[in-house]
Each structure stands twice: as structure tokens, then as C-alpha cells.
């Protein structure tokens, strides 16, 4: 049985994220954003499941990021669907802050 490994990677210092603050970055085939929503970090895949809309210029509400296109929000934390149009989850990604260097993990 083969386990996929988890593999952390730099993104920024926490000084070049201060709250409000988003960073993109693509990582392979992937296109994720970072963000500093009032002090807590989050990493999610900054696309839309209901038409691969571009969530790069997305307003956040509370907690969730609200699609521009046709207003589909989804949580920062489990990237679950809060309301339709959209029904798949956007992806998340583990974040942690080490010596004041942001790091996400991604699957190798
Ligand atoms: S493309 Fe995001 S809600 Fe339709």
C-alpha cells in the first residue's frame, strides 16, 4: 500500500501577509491562495468548482470566500460549498507558521 506523502513549502514570511492579505501561487497543476483573514492563515484552491471560475479576486464573508462569478461561497477552513450554485468542494491545504515563515503542505 503506498501513502502519499505530505511535503511543506515556503510561501512567504508572515510580515508579507498581514491581515487582508492574500498571495498566489501555482504549485504544479495546482493555483492557491494564501491568505492572513483576521490573524488566522488559510490555503485553499483558488478556483470555483461550479464553472473553473478564478477565485484570485474573490471578497471574503466571515469565513468563506464568495465566488464573483455567480456568488457561490465556500469555507476558508473545509472548503465545503456553503451555498449553490456550487456543489464540490474547493481544496484546502494544511498551514503552519515556522520561525515566522509561512509554509503550506501539498501532496507529493
Ligand atoms: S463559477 Fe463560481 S459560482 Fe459559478
Known amino acids: ?14 510580515v508579507e501577509l498581514p491581515v487582508g492579505e492574500r498571495k498566489i501561487i501555482d504549485l504544479d497543476e495546482k493555483h492557491i491562495m494564501v491568505l492572513n483573514n483576521d490573524g488566522d492563515y488559510y490555503a485553499i484552491e483558488s478556483m470555483c468548482t ?17 465566488c464573483p462569478l455567480h456568488g457561490a461561497h465556500f469555507c476558508l477552513k473545509t472548503g465545503e460549498p456553503l451555498t449553490p450554485p456550487a456543489f464540490e468542494a474547493i481544496d484546502t491545504y494544511e498551514v503552519r507558521v515556522q520561525n515566522d515563515i509561512i509554509e503550506i503542505s501539498v501532496e507529493e
Not at 1 to 14: G, P, R
Open 1 to 14: 500500500m503506498s501513502k502519499t506523502a505530505a511535503q511543506w513549502v515556503e510561501v512567504c514570511k508572515t
Open 50 to 66: 461550479h464553472a473553473m471560475f478564478e477565485l484570485d479576486d474573490a471578497e471574503i464573508e466571515k469565513c468563506a470566500i464568495v
